[in-house]
């Protein structure tokens, strides 16, 4: 991966900055501290700073085509280069470097826009068409690279992170408050909002094109699902699972080229272990693997970690985090997330990434994007057993189904099933609803919203739930529900939170790549096409997965719960003495300035987590929200000076 | 401080972070307000039981003793008595 930046001028007589380039590149040093290159010239800025990972030698950028009238600025991986070069080669295209980034200007000139249907990877690309005076911003299908844009009177910013943005703009933003409110329902704002006024990204999927003072957006990209049953795939299950293996298998493959080694990550878990069985017994590549550990007995998987390590035989690290490892690092964290976050589990992921750099890795592949694509997490096990339940909403039996659900959980003394039927119960009697699955989550998640002070609340203009329904495609009532449910998990959680505070960002924050074979568009493509009842038999979750990798991964990992992951949220930052800026952040002063919060009640909250009575969700996501939250407004509000305009340099770059 | 107004102080501040009175009636379902969950219910049996020295039951742990200041008054009464 790296980081890219740039400025487009309408007026025609125009030209960008270098000094102005320069500073919006360095704030995203972080992602490519290998070198930085820059094209100027009228109405367009480009500027890139470089990881190294493939044609290390050759590959600086921008890039540009035979006759210099196309340049090119990417932050990625095509991971097909290898197959496009051949084929553009055959068409006559000259290629003067070795990298991945020079196909993608000669599939432009190939094949105008479509180019980007080509391309198998994960990628952020600013494309400059100077014969036509045309720019395009163009990121990966399910938004694996981040790409932010912002548009002032005359001129559009663009870059891999806001930080870029912000430096460019000049004044101090401010905070959007219904992306706040929809990042308080959903996990993060509904794309292409952020929890920046006046700051968007470029959606998952598609492309923006800027040409005779125009800017039009186009999809090229969506998961889509049958809408009648008869589209399903309808060959015998065997003959699907082994065409799932070999799209698995191949996936992975290609995502292993790079002239630097590539290392995995190893939760413990199905999907990692199944990554890592692919590495080590379909390729030459020496498998060196990375995971994390925990103190809490609850959170901690290093015995199932341990269990694959000894039957794969990889060359194994761990890194233990501690409450204080969390509580350290939180800062950091949200200077890497830019956008508030409801628990502490990005911490540790940065903690790992780091740790991985300090092995001399820059590359690694992950389990991430299975739970989504072949549906593995609970919420679709809930929807499941709801819509079960709503077609017979009186039945005392059918909520009993519930305690299937969550076997992880200590629940000892937790007899108080009424509580737990009416948790689940929420809205039970809307199974048709396209947002069915989601409606407990999204309904326990906005809870941390009565914490919003009453000034707040009246500068919302919009209803979060509405934005979520408005941005669904319009045949998402004909797709099966379990399908719904992928989706709206794929677009939200996953492309909002999981793969951006939780992925890109964290990885980044240390100058490393992830990739993730399960989001190679082939293997969605083909799962969207099988039926449901083969993603989860009964309540079996990814079964097809299980049955498919069966042979590869060691039988303790397909008969062990799902474990989710998660990190210590309040503990972090309450046991023994808190951090200062716990304090600092929390006072009344502070929430009363920064306006989001109302001050008492936080107080309150402060008063039920010292003496020890906060152990919900509820309150554990509160702490986390509004400290974060808080953070956020002192990065980039507050110390906007010190950290977007000055030359003194902020501790987290 | 008596039973219900050391309870309402309770419920006010640590699941409706607020000490204004006006918030819940005495009547009021927790449920059906919606502030309390199946974690809620459990901190509020730790209360109960840090606060009024006895056990609560597997079996007692039902809406019916819990689910208002009103009744759970009543169910600490009945335990106590």
Redesign the interface.
């Known amino acids: 991966m790296c980081g890219i930046a740039g400025v487009f001028h309408f007026e025609s007589a125009s030209r960008p900055d270098k000094n102005l380039l320069q500073a919006m590149i360095t704030q995203v040093k972080h992602r490519g501290p290998d070198g930085f290159g820059f094209h100027i010239s009228n109405q367009i800025g480009l500027a890139h700073s470089r990881l190294s990972i493939i044609d290390i030698a050759g590959g600086d950028q921008p890039i540009h085509n035979e006759d210099k009238t196309i340049w090119v600025i990417f932050n990625g991986e095509i991971f097909n280069y290898i197959e496009l070069r051949e084929q553009l080669a055959m068409h006559g295209h000259q290629f003067y470097t070795k990298s991945d980034t020079e196909v993608i200007v000669h599939l432009y000139e190939q094949y105008g826009d479509d180019f980007v249907n080509q391309l198998n990877g994960q990628f952020a690309i600013s494309l400059w068409d100077s014969k036509k005076n045309r720019l395009i911003l163009a990121r990966d299908r399910v938004g694996i690279t981040p790409l932010f844009y912002h548009l002032d009177n005359n001129r559009i910013f663009f870059a891999s992170e806001i930080k870029s943005i912000l430096a460019g703009m000049g004044k101090s933003p401010t905070l959007n408050p219904d992306g706040l409110d929809q990042l308080m329902t959903f996990w993060s704002a509904v794309s292409p909002v952020t929890v920046f006024q006046g700051v968007y990204e470029v959606s998952p999927g598609e492309m923006l094109i800027i040409e005779n003072n125009k800017i039009t957006k186009k999809r090229y990209w969506d998961w889509a699902f049958p809408i009648s049953p008869s589209e399903y795939l309808n060959s015998p299950e065997n003959d699907q699972l082994d065409q799932l293996r070999d799209i698995l298998i191949n996936a992975t493959k290609i995502r292993l080229r790079a002239d630097v080694p590539v290392g995995a990550y190893l939760s413990g878990g199905l999907d990692s272990t199944v990554i890592s069985s692919i590495i080590h017994k379909y390729s030459d590549a020496n498998l060196r693997t990375f995971s994390l550990q925990f103190n809490d007995k609850e959170l901690d998987e290093s015995a199932h970690q341990d269990e694959v390590v000894n039957y794969l035989k990889t060359q194994h690290s761990s890194i233990r985090c501690s409450t204080s490892d969390i509580a350290e690092n939180f800062l950091a964290t949200i200077w890497h997330t830019e956008q508030p976050i409801l628990r502490t589990a990005p911490v540790p992921m940065k903690i790992l990434s780091g740790f991985v750099r300090r092995n001399n890795y820059k590359v690694v592949l992950t389990g991430e994007g299975s739970d989504e694509v072949l549906g593995g997490y609970d919420i679709f096990k809930e929807t499941k057993i709801r819509k079960f339940w709503a077609k017979r909403p009186d039945s005392s039996m059918r909520p009993l189904l519930l305690k299937r659900l969550y076997p992880y959980l200590d629940l000892s003394r937790n007899n108080a099933r009424k509580y737990l039927e009416a948790f689940f119960g929420t809205d039970i009697g809307l199974p048709e609803t396209d947002y069915f699955s989601h409606i407990p989550r999204w309904t326990t998640t906005a809870k941390v919203k009565e914490f919003f002070s009453t000034d707040f609340k009246l500068r919302l203009s919009d209803n979060a739930i509405s934005n979520m329904v408005a941005s669904l495609p319009n045949n998402i009532s004909q797709w099966h529900i379990f399908n719904r449910a992928q989706y709206i998990e794929a677009k939200s959680l996953m492309g909002g939170y999981l793969l951006s505070s939780q992925g890109d960002r964290m990885l980044m924050a240390n100058s490393v790549e992830g990739r993730f074979p399960f989001l190679d568009h082939r293997l969605i493509e083909f799962a969207n096409k099988m039926h449901p009842n083969l993603k989860m038999k009964v309540l079996n979750e990814k079964y097809c997965l299980k049955k498919a990798m069966k042979a590869d991964v060691p039988p303790g990992v397909l008969a062990r719960y799902k474990q989710p992951y998660r990190a210590p949220d309040i503990p972090a930052f309450f046991t023994g003495k808190s951090p200062d800026y716990v304090d600092h952040l929390l006072s009344d002063v502070n929430l009363k300035n920064a306006g989001y919060f109302d001050a008492s009640k936080i107080q309150l909250l402060l008063k039920k987590i010292r003496a020890g009575r906060a152990i919900g969700y509820k309150d554990n996501m509160a702490l986390v929200g509004v400290l974060s939250t808080q953070a956020w407004h002192d990065h980039f509000i507050t110390n906007y000076q010190v950290n977007f305009t000055d030359k003194s340099v902020n501790t987290f770059k | 401080m008596d039973t219900k107004s050391k309870l309402r102080t309770y419920i006010l ?2 699941f409706l ?3 204004d009175q006006n918030a819940l009636a005495d009547d009021d379902s927790f ?1 059906e307000k ?10 509020v ?3 109960i039981e840090d606060q009024f020295k006895f056990k609560v039951s ?2 007692e ?3 019916e003793n819990l689910d208002s200041i009103n009744k759970i008054v009543a169910f600490v009464q009945r335990k106590k008595a």
Request: hydrophobic share 40%; net charge negative; proline share 4%.
């Open positions: 501040e640590s972070f607020t000490n449920l919606g502030f309390i969950d199946s974690t809620g219910i459990l901190e049996i730790y209360f597997d079996d742990m039902v809406p």
